[in-house]
C-alpha cells in the first residue's frame, strides 16, 4: 500500500481538530504542515512539491475571474437587506397574498425564492425573513411548526438557485462553467420552491385552522395603493434578477461581470427607493454602502483563506498518494457509478450537517472529482446533486445552520424543538426532488444542452 496509510490519517487528524472547534483554514495549514514534516521523515514526500504552491495560489487562484462574482453577489444581496429592499419585497407579497388561506407562508415560498435569486447567502434570507415574517404568521394563528419550516426551507433556497454561492465556488472545484452550473440549477430549485408552495396550499386546504388567511381588518391597503406598491416595491427587483441571471443565461456577460452590474443595480435601487420614500441623503446613502461592504469582507475574506489553505492541504495530500488512493477505491467498488454517487451523497449530507458549504466543497470535492471523471459521470449535474444534497442537509436537525439562524431572531414562544421538528416535511421533499433529479438527469441537462445548440 505504501504510505497512503499516512495520506488517510493526514485527512483523519485534519477531522479530529475541526471538530475540535479549530477554524477550518488553520485546521488545513496546520495539518498539511505536521504530516508534510512526517512524510519527509520517512521518505514519503519530496520538499519541491512545495515550489508549486505560490504558482497555484498566485498564478491560478488569485486571478481566477470566477471568484470575483462572489464578493459582487455577496453585497448586491447586503444592499437589498440593509436598504429595506428585501423587506418591502417581503411586505408587498404578504399583503398580496394575504387573502388566501396560507397566504403568508406562500408569501415566504415566493420571497424565499426571488431573494436566492438576488443575495444567493442564506444566513441572511433565514435572518431577514424570521424577523418581518415569523412574528406576523404567530399572531396571525400559524401553527408554529408550519411557519418555522416555511421560512428555513425556503430561506436556504439560496443554495440552490441562482445566483447561488455553493455554485459559484463549486464550478471551480468540479471545473465546471458557472453559466452552466446556474442554467442546470434553475429547473431543479424552481421544483423545490414549487414543491414547498404545493405543501403549503395542501396544509391549508386540508387544514385550514394551521394557517388561516390574514383578518380583512388588516388588509389596509387595496386598489391604486397596493398596485403602486407592487411597481415599487416588487417589479425593480424582479427586473434586476431576470437582468442578471438572463445576462447569464443567454451568453451576454459571465457571472463576475453579471454580478458587478447587479451590484451597482442594487445600489441604484436603493438610491430610487429611499428617494421614492423621501429619505435619501447623501450621507445616510453613503453609510449603507459601506456597511454592505463591510459585510461583503468577511465572507470574501474566508474564502481566500480556505482556499489558499486548502491547496497546501492536497498538495501534501496528493503528495503521500491519498487522492490516488481515493480516486482508485471509488471507481472500483462493485455497483459503479450508482454506488459512487450514493456514497457521495451520503458523505455530502453528513457534512453539511455539521460544516458550512465553502468548507465542504474545498475539503470533499477534491476527493470526490476525480473519481466521477474517470467514471465519465456529468460534472455538471454532479454539482447539482452536490447542492440540492447540501441544502437539505443545511436544514437538518440537530444542527442544520438554517435551524439555528431562525433560532436566533425567534420570539421566546417559539422553542428549538418547534424548529427542529418543522424542519421534516421540507427535509422529505427535499429528498424527494434529490431523488428525481438523480433519477432523470434531464432535469439538470435540458437546459444546459439548449443553451449549447447553435444558434441558441
Not at 151 to 177: E, F, H, N, R
Not at 286 to 302: I, V
Amino acid at each position: 500500500m505504501g504510505y497512503e496509510w499516512l495520506a488517510i490519517a493526514m485527512f483523519v487528524g485534519f477531522f479530529v481538530i475541526l471538530m475540535s472547534g479549530y477554524p477550518v483554514a488553520f485546521s488545513f495549514a496546520g495539518t498539511a504542515i505536521v504530516f508534510g514534516l512526517i512524510g519527509l521523515a520517512v521518505g514519503a514526500f519530496d520538499l519541491n512539491r512545495l515550489r508549486l504552491l505560490p504558482n497555484i495560489w498566485f498564478g491560478a487562484t488569485m486571478v481566477n475571474f470566477t471568484y470575483l462574482a462572489i464578493p459582487f453577489f455577496v453585497f448586491l444581496g447586503a444592499v437589498f437587506e440593509k436598504s429595506g429592499l428585501a423587506e418591502e419585497l417581503l411586505e408587498t407579497i404578504g399583503i398580496v397574498l394575504a387573502p388566501v388561506p396560507g397566504g403568508m407562508a406562500l408569501a415566504v415560498v415566493f420571497v424565499g425564492t426571488l431573494l436566492a435569486a438576488t443575495t444567493g447567502v442564506v444566513a441572511a434570507t433565514v435572518i431577514l425573513m424570521g424577523l418581518l415574517s415569523l412574528p406576523v404568521m404567530l399572531r396571525n394563528g400559524y401553527d408554529k411548526k408550519l411557519a418555522t419550516g416555511v421560512i428555513t426551507a425556503s430561506g436556504t433556497l439560496a443554495q440552490m438557485i441562482p445566483p447561488s454561492l455553493v455554485l459559484v465556488v463549486l464550478s471551480d472545484q468540479i471545473d465546471a462553467s458557472v453559466g452552466d452550473l446556474f442554467l442546470g440549477a434553475l429547473i431543479p430549485g424552481l421544483m423545490l420552491s414549487g414543491s414547498y408552495a404545493l405543501y403549503v396550499v395542501g396544509i391549508a386546504w386540508l387544514k385550514p385552522e394551521l394557517a388561516p388567511p390574514m383578518p380583512a381588518e388588516m388588509r389596509t391597503l387595496r386598489g391604486r395603493a397596493l398596485l403602486w406598491r407592487v411597481i415599487v416595491a416588487v417589479v425593480p427587483p424582479l427586473l434586476l434578477i431576470f437582468s442578471v441571471l438572463g445576462s447569464i443565461f443567454f451568453g451576454v456577460a459571465s457571472a463576475t461581470e453579471a454580478g458587478a452590474v447587479g451590484a451597482v443595480g442594487a445600489c441604484v435601487l436603493a438610491a430610487l427607493n429611499l428617494g421614492l420614500r423621501g429619505k435619501f441623503r447623501l450621507g445616510a446613502y453613503w453609510q449603507l454602502l459601506r456597511e454592505s461592504a463591510k459585510a461583503t469582507a468577511p465572507l470574501t475574506g474566508l474564502v481566500i483563506m480556505i482556499l489558499f489553505s486548502s491547496s497546501f492541504f492536497s498538495l501534501v495530500f496528493n503528495g503521500l498518494g491519498g487522492t490516488r488512493f481515493i480516486t482508485d477505491l471509488l471507481v472500483n467498488m462493485p455497483g459503479g457509478w450508482l454506488a459512487f454517487i450514493i456514497i457521495s451523497n451520503i458523505v455530502i449530507f453528513l457534512l453539511g450537517i455539521f460544516l458550512e458549504f465553502v468548507e465542504i466543497c474545498f475539503i470533499a470535492m477534491p476527493l470526490f472529482v476525480p473519481a466521477a471523471h474517470a467514471l465519465g459521470i456529468d460534472m455538471v449535474w454532479f454539482g447539482v446533486v452536490m447542492a440540492i444534497n447540501l441544502q437539505t442537509a443545511f436544514i437538518s436537525p440537530p444542527v442544520g445552520f438554517s435551524l439555528f439562524y431562525l433560532q436566533s431572531v425567534a420570539p421566546k414562544e417559539v422553542k428549538t424543538s418547534d424548529i427542529h421538528n418543522a424542519a421534516w416535511p421540507f427535509m422529505a421533499i427535499q429528498v424527494v426532488i434529490l431523488i428525481i433529479v438523480i433519477a432523470f438527469p434531464q432535469t439538470v441537462t435540458w437546459l444546459v444542452g439548449m443553451a449549447a445548440m447553435p444558434g441558441a
